[in-house]
């Protein structure tokens, strides 16, 4: 089975600081991993994906990622917050193997607030 | 393209009643999901269908029924609704080929509230 752990719930930077967002997954197969978006009453956007090729992602908005085999976390970075960049963030596991059909299992989601 | 497309954005509910919501996509995706949305528990899988005619069980299918006569169409029907069905109901959708990587592609979401 697999599974998506979101350290933090919320997580309060200041405009122009580092953003990290943590992200560790459980999976017997090789996974895919992605980061979506979702701002105040919308639906979720994909940030970034990882499948299998480079293990350092460049996503949208300046955000990018970090697939790390050895430590099952693929952690989200940004170098420097935007107050646009408040939002919920969720990160989710999939895979091809297993039987899985390729659902989309997501961690509970960190909410990201910005200060100016 | 107007991707995916959820009717209606919102409705309040008595308790006990029924309805159902729409889901339309016009990208020709074999894939359809409906998730639900509630704080701190992130987006839970309602039903899924891998085809036309076809449905299947999510992690939390109870209280709910789907079905997929149209393959850009996926409906989510409540028969009797309970206040723990409150919840933003979010359609998604995701083509049969495996490049993407199973990417999904979302709705706006419908905000349900049920009295």
């Known amino acids: 089975a697999q599974s998506v752990t979101q350290l933090g719930s919320h997580v309060s930077v200041s405009e122009g600081a580092l953003v990290l967002l943590r992200c560790n997954y459980s999976s017997s197969v090789p996974p895919y991993l992605f980061w979506y978006v979702q701002y105040p009453n919308q639906g979720l956007q994909l940030l970034l994906k990882?499948?299998?090729?480079?293990?350092l992602v460049k996503g949208i908005n300046g955000f990018e990622a970090e697939f790390k085999k050895s430590e099952t976390s693929f952690h989200l970075t940004k170098p420097s917050a935007h107050m646009s960049d408040a939002a919920e963030y969720f990160c989710?596991?999939?895979?091809?193997?297993?039987?899985?059909?390729?659902?989309?299992?997501f961690g509970k989601g960190t909410k990201l607030s910005v200060k100016p | 393209n107007a991707g995916v497309t959820q009717t209606p954005k919102f409705r309040v509910l008595k308790t006990g009643q029924s309805m159902t919501l729409l889901c339309a996509q016009d990208?020709?995706?074999?894939?359809m999901y409906w998730y639900r949305q509630d704080p701190g528990m992130g987006l839970r899988l309602i039903h899924y269908?891998?085809?036309?005619?076809?449905?299947a069980k999510g992690e939390v299918p109870d209280g709910y029924n789907v079905s997929r006569l149209k393959k850009q169409n996926f409906l989510l029907g409540l028969e009797s609704a309970a206040p723990s069905q409150t919840s933003v109901y979010f359609c998604?959708?995701?083509?049969?080929?495996?490049?993407?990587?199973?990417?999904?592609?979302f709705g706006p979401g419908t905000r349900l509230t049920v009295l």
């Open positions: 989710a596991v999939s895979s091809n193997y297993g039987g899985s059909q390729g659902n989309l299992i």
């Open positions: 269908s891998v085809g036309e005619g076809t449905t």
């Open positions: 990882y499948t299998s090729a480079a293990t």
């Open positions: 990208m020709n995706h074999e894939y």
């Open positions: 998604a959708s995701r083509p049969l080929a495996r490049p993407s990587g199973n990417e999904q592609f």
